[in-house]
DNA sequence: TCTGGGGTCCTAGGACCC
DNA sequence: TCTGGGGTCCTAGGACCC
């Protein structure tokens, strides 16, 4: 029998940034997603003052205010070297392990049989917190769907205290009848209010339902989630992961933008955001494609636009790109709307060696990788965007960049950030 | 006034081919 | 009056995840 367990850092981002502010410690903190825009990450104390996941921070503002709920725009170079932290201590604990997200990961630990599971998994989350300063809880099961179940409960029952094993299967239907249906992983909000209105409303109703039912409705998928409810594992640990088979880039603006010019800026940051993705995988992109669009959450209806193209020779090559990206956003700008958001979606990837030559492809393409390079190597030295194209407007003149009005410091990846200890 | 961003997989259906 | 069958490939859209 294989056993998954799988760790997951306790509100995230919030714990983050506890790292280097510990008088954060037991007042409700929050953290907003890209352009102050929404609560991604709250921790316990924010949780029960009724702050929602995703909810807009102009709706919470007056619980924000009223309880003294500290605020964080995100800051992602922070949470991604944190990240990268806590994976390698987890490393330590398993001879193979899955990096599912920027704050979970499963871990073989088939196999481990004289072990005490639970006494080692507290041993984990003892060594994370010690070595990160991240608190994480653990769920152990024999399949990724039910160590996800376990993970929710060990977080959540003070019984559980982090840990939680389900490995034997005596105390397992239990769990599965804790688990509201939509809380069971792969149950998004379409899927929920169609079990629930059928009677199915936990994950050992959804185990116990018929069969017919859940395939007419999820196909194959749903076959797989309920043989792992049961505890027959359908879905391996994956502990090297492809290339992305897309890339993608796009921000919000700070306030809505109208004119070709400060949009074709943005996209072209964007671009050369997603062609340094592409060059760092080692990717060409075959097909481009450009959207824009306004706000959705305005009375009038939301104009969105795309247009793809398909490059005679793949590129990662950012002038090439920002370049192509302009003649697309040309057909799709319409004057007189006011833009929320553009972005551009590479799909199609290859890798070097499988770069289908155009034959009338005129442009020396090594001299190009070259400057790449060498463009590559000066930003990742002196900061991301230290060299940049004249397409993307001047820093400090680019209006329409997202706000981040709460930014702590990056504190671990620049030595200009460095925290002063008095 | 103010509502994130980046991925994956699966299927249906159309275009096309023999 | 009456017009096949079986493939493949591609795309758009829908669902999900964090």
Redesign the pocket.
């Known amino acids: 029998m294989p056993v998954f367990a799988l760790v997951d850092c306790n509100n995230f981002y919030v714990s983050c940034e506890r790292v280097f502010n510990p008088e954060l410690a037991g007042k409700p903190v929050i953290v907003l997603?890209?352009?102050d825009?929404?609560a991604?990450a709250r921790s316990n104390e924010a949780k029960a003052l009724g702050i929602g996941m995703?909810q807009?921070?102009?709706q919470i503002k007056p619980i924000v205010e009223a309880n003294g709920v500290r605020v964080f725009s995100s800051n992602y170079p922070l949470y991604g070297d944190m990240s990268n932290r806590v994976m390698q201590t987890l490393a330590q604990f398993t001879p193979a392990m899955e990096v599912?997200?920027?704050?979970?990961a499963f871990l073989d630990l088939t196999g481990f049989k004289s072990t005490n599971l639970a006494d080692y998994a507290r041993e984990i989350c003892y060594t994370v917190t010690r070595d990160t300063g991240i608190p994480v809880s653990i769920g152990i099961a024999p399949t990724k769907t039910l160590a996800?179940i376990a993970n929710r409960i060990a977080k959540k029952s003070p019984k559980a205290d982090g840990v939680l094993d389900l490995t034997s299967s005596r105390y397992r239907d239990l769990a599965l009848e804790r688990t509201p249906v939509q809380e069971?992983?792969?149950?998004?909000?379409?899927?929920?209010p169609f079990f629930t209105s059928r009677g199915i409303k936990t994950a050992l109703d959804l185990k116990l339902a018929p069969s017919w039912l859940v395939q007419q409705k999820m196909?194959?998928?749903g076959v797989r989630m309920q043989k792992e409810l049961t505890g027959e594992h359908c879905y391996p640990l994956e502990d090297n992961p492809a290339r992305?088979?897309?890339?993608?880039?796009?921000?919000?603006f700070r306030t809505?933008v109208t004119t070709f010019d400060e949009l074709s800026q943005a996209l072209a940051l964007y671009i050369s955001r997603g062609a340094e993705?592409l060059r760092h995988q080692e990717s060409f992109v075959e097909n481009i494609t450009v959207y824009v669009m306004t706000?959705r959450?305005k009375s009038q209806p939301c104009y969105y636009n795309s247009k793809?193209a398909v490059l005679p020779t793949s590129s990662s090559d950012t002038p090439e790109l920002i370049k192509h990206g302009k003649k697309l956003l040309k057909q799709i700008f319409q004057s007189g709307k006011e833009y929320?958001?553009t972005?551009v979606i590479f799909s199609n990837l290859v890798q070097d060696g499988q770069v289908q030559f155009d034959l009338f492809d005129t442009v020396n393409r090594s001299k190009q990788q070259k400057l790449m390079q060498a463009m590559d190597k000066i930003n990742a030295r002196m900061g991301s965007q230290y060299l940049g194209y004249a397409a993307m407007g001047l820093p400090g003149r680019q209006p329409w960049k997202?706000a981040c009005n709460h930014c702590s410091p990056a504190y671990t990846t620049d030595w200009n950030q460095l925290m002063n200890v008095r």
């Open positions: 997603s890209n352009n825009g929404c991604v995703g807009p921070f102009f599912y997200s920027i704050d979970e996800k069971v992983w792969g149950i998004g909000r379409r899927l929920a196909e194959i998928n992305r088979k897309s890339v993608s880039v796009s921000r919000s809505p993705k706000s959450f793809t929320t958001k972005g997202a």
